[in-house]
């Protein structure tokens, strides 16, 4: 890898498959801007033209939650009982909620 290279930013890939419905992160990689980084997520992560669409975003864009704070983050919050709606009647006709 050159020294230009390194001085690129840093994009996260998302490709979304042809099966699928929703972009999955399938990896980063460094590019001078964002044609380029598209450019070059469909020559290294669909090679077996198993895409739809490609999503690339700058690495440092993105904010992420620590591991550390999951517990407080992802808390069922149990007091919030419209959370869990098993006092709800469903009609018969209803097979999947």
Known sequence: MSSTQHEWPLWEIFVR???GLGHKHVGSLHAADAE???QNARDVYTRRQEGVSIWVVP???ITASSPDEKDVLFD???DKVYRHPTFYQLPDEVNNM
Do not use: E, L, Y
Request: glycine share 0%; aromatic share 0%; no cysteine.
């Open 36 to 38: 380029m980084a598209i």
């Open 76 to 78: 069922p919050a149990n």
């Open 17 to 19: 498959s042809r099966q």
């Open 59 to 61: 690495a440092d864009a």
